[in-house]
């Protein structure tokens, strides 16, 4: 009986383990979250879409008017970038190259991106529904190619950090500098010259901004702006960019949930018409803006004062740097020396020394022969 | 305001080599290869996941079809590799 039970163990080891469903609990868990991430892919993606439309609907009317060329091919229609990220191109319009509308929207359609996001709320603001219109400057007159040199930037104050690290022309402190304007105390206005805060700013414009100043994320015109996607900027022109806030925390969060024609919603659509139609308007004070030529030269002495103190702190490594080149250069001429024959490197050897002796008596006092 | 004559065609000038790395991709790519190599189930899924999020973010000015393709495949030669080994007792 011994014999028997330990065949009988023997044949139960050497049979496969019969497997359970707990077994299959990572399977089945992976197989959840890709439908859920499928079904939430393609809803965010539809969501997305509508706001996007709803949106690019309350702003088209204004394009029209301003630009012949609406859309790549003149569709006047959004082109879809992304699953959250929309854009239409405009061009055709007096005192400007082109335009372009791209709507940024939170990544919906990303079950990843949306966790990550909730991960990231505890530290940092969550990403937001953008709009940015931004408006290129061309190379002829008629198209703002004589566009004065400034910088003007109207944003939140809360922003005004992020702002200044993001824009090269706005870093310097001294150079750009706030300005009291009839602006909402929550929002500051930063440029070169006060004359250009007051001019460009006209009572109209300061009045949609206060209106709007929930929706307003910033207002830049530049003679050196960098356009294009954030992560890309590398062309560096005379433009203007206006970012709006599609959404406005002061009001609430749940602004995307809101069925068009609500409150939360219209508002929202109000302000980006509002905004984006004060921008459209802007483009030709822009581009024919004329400062006194007295704010022209302070702002041209602080640019080259600026460039001079920049000059001067590289330098400890410019030095260094010729240094090193004087070195690389006595190297190679010490390497080109070893391959001639003896005669001529004895011939190179004379000539090294009689420089120096030239050197030292040409360097120090002169020698007075007294007669 | 509205001038036909002034109107610029469209252009797009983003080259493959200004494009920002796609970080998804790229943990799919690692965790795709460590769950081929390590023999974890759990990262091949991981890989699979990531795959999925660089796909859904694609945007199509910046689309790098090769990189999308290499982080797919190895993804999925994880799972399949995982999956159809023998288990020996």
């Given at each position: 009986s011994l014999c028997g039970c330990t065949a009988a163990a023997t044949a139960a080891a050497a049979r496969p383990k019969e497997k359970t469903v707990r077994d299959y609990v990572m399977e089945i868990g992976a197989a959840v979250l890709i439908v859920v991430y499928v079904f939430n892919y393609f809803r965010g993606r539809e969501k997305n879409r509508q706001l996007a439309e709803t949106w690019f609907q309350a702003c088209a009317g204004l394009l029209d008017t301003h630009f012949y060329l609406v859309g790549h091919d003149n569709a006047h229609r959004l082109t879809r970038e992304g699953a959250a990220q929309f854009k239409v191109y405009c061009s055709g319009r007096v005192n400007c190259e082109s335009a372009t509308l791209t709507i940024n929207l939170r990544p919906r359609h990303d079950l990843i991106s949306l966790i990550w996001e909730l991960i990231q709320s505890s530290y940092q603001p969550a990403f937001e529904d953008t709009a940015t219109l931004e408006v290129v400057m061309g190379p002829t007159p008629e198209t703002g190619g004589n566009m004065e040199g400034f910088s003007l930037a109207v944003m939140p104050k809360s922003d005004e950090a992020a702002a200044r690290a993001d824009c090269r022309d706005l870093e310097n402190r001294l150079a750009v500098r706030k300005w009291k304007t009839g602006?909402?105390?929550?929002l500051v206005c930063l440029s070169d010259e006060e004359e250009v805060a007051r001019e460009m700013l006209p009572e109209p414009v300061q009045a949609v901004m206060n209106l709007h100043r929930a929706y307003l994320k910033v207002l830049h015109v530049s003679d050196r702006l960098a356009v294009g996607p954030p992560l890309l900027r590398r062309q560096i022109c005379a433009g203007i960019r206006m970012v709006v806030k599609l959404r406005s925390r002061e009001r609430g969060p749940r602004l995307a949930s809101a069925a068009p024609g609500s409150g939360k919603m219209a508002e929202s659509l109000s302000a980006a018409e509002d905004l984006i139609g004060t921008t459209l308007r802007f483009i030709d004070r822009a581009a024919t803006y004329q400062m006194s030529s007295g704010a022209r030269e302070r702002r041209k002495k602080l640019l080259a004062q600026l460039a001079e103190y920049e000059f001067k702190k590289t330098r400890t490594q410019r030095e260094a740097d010729a240094q090193q080149r004087k070195l690389d250069k006595m190297r190679k001429e010490k390497e080109l020396v070893e391959t001639l024959p003896p005669e001529q490197q004895a011939k190179y050897e004379e000539k090294l020394l009689r420089k120096q002796m030239r050197n030292k008596t040409q360097g120090g006092i002169k020698s007075i022969k007294m007669k | 305001v509205r001038r036909p004559d002034l109107v610029k065609p469209y252009s797009l000038n983003i080259s493959q080599e200004d494009l920002p790395p796609d970080y998804m991709a790229i943990l799919s790519l690692l965790f795709g290869l460590m769950g081929l190599l390590l023999k974890f189930k759990f990262m091949a899924w991981l890989a699979l996941f990531f795959c999925f999020g660089s796909v859904a973010n694609m945007k199509k000015s910046e689309t790098d079809f090769k990189q999308i393709l290499s982080s797919c495949m190895f993804a999925i030669m994880g799972l399949v590799m995982n999956y159809t080994r023998r288990e020996y007792p």
């Open positions: 602006l909402h105390e929550s | -």
